[in-house]
């Protein structure tokens, strides 16, 4: 664990369609503190394509990890945010503001915060938002409600980086505290669990 909580922030983009919005998305983490970027099956070439976006950012995209699949970019994080411009019964977002931010921040004390972004044309689906513990939606204006994906991405970030500069999270260190459990961890338990209680 970092000794600053933005450290334990992760940015994932789940199957981006544009190498600039993921440029451009480094770019806004790098203006906002956050240097962890998760990609999901990323469109070719992406590293390339999206340089002139991510302006003195580039060190962002080169650490950036890769994933086939949502749930394997998520397993090492103990807490799951998806973002939502949609409602719904399944989904039911809360508004992204400044207490919520260090809701998250704190949980970030304990160890990674992934905080999850759907590709430009659908978002995140019903199942990838099911792998989340908190569904946010940033308020916008009805006349064009839906964002650009790295400007979603940069406006979540704000809320969390001018939260961190008036508020101190402790970081729990592990020879102190014990960790919470991963998602990894909490999905081998459902795994082994489920079957015996169908049988009850």
């Given amino acids: ?42 469109p070719k070439g992406w590293l390339e394509g999206e340089r002139m976006m991510a302006a003195n950012s580039f060190d962002i995209l080169k650490h950036a990890r890769i ?37 998250i921040l704190r949980k970030a004390g304990s160890g990674r915060i992934s905080i999850l972004f759907g590709n430009e044309r659908v978002g995140l689906s019903d199942e990838e938002l099911s792998l989340g513990h908190l569904n946010i939606s940033i308020t916008t204006s009805p006349d064009q409600p839906s964002l650009n994906l790295s400007h979603a991405v940069l406006l979540v970030a704000y809320e969390l980086f001018k939260v961190s500069l008036t508020t ?19 999905d081998e338990m459902c795994r082994l669990v489920l079957p015996a209680l169908t049988k009850l």
């Fill in 1 to 42: 664990l970092s000794s600053n909580v933005l450290d334990n922030i992760q940015i994932v983009l789940v199957e981006p369609q544009h190498a600039g919005n993921i440029g451009s998305s480094a770019r806004g983490m790098k203006n906002m503190g956050l240097k962890h970027l998760a990609l999901v099956s990323p």
């Fill in 67 to 103: 994933f086939s699949t949502l749930g394997e970019a998520v397993s090492d994080s103990i807490f799951v945010v998806g973002t939502t411009r949609r409602g719904g019964e399944t989904r039911s977002p809360q508004e992204w503001t400044a207490p919520l931010a260090k809701r």
């Fill in 168 to 186: 101190k999270f402790p970081v729990i260190r592990k020879e102190k505290e014990t960790y919470l459990a991963k998602e990894s961890d909490l």
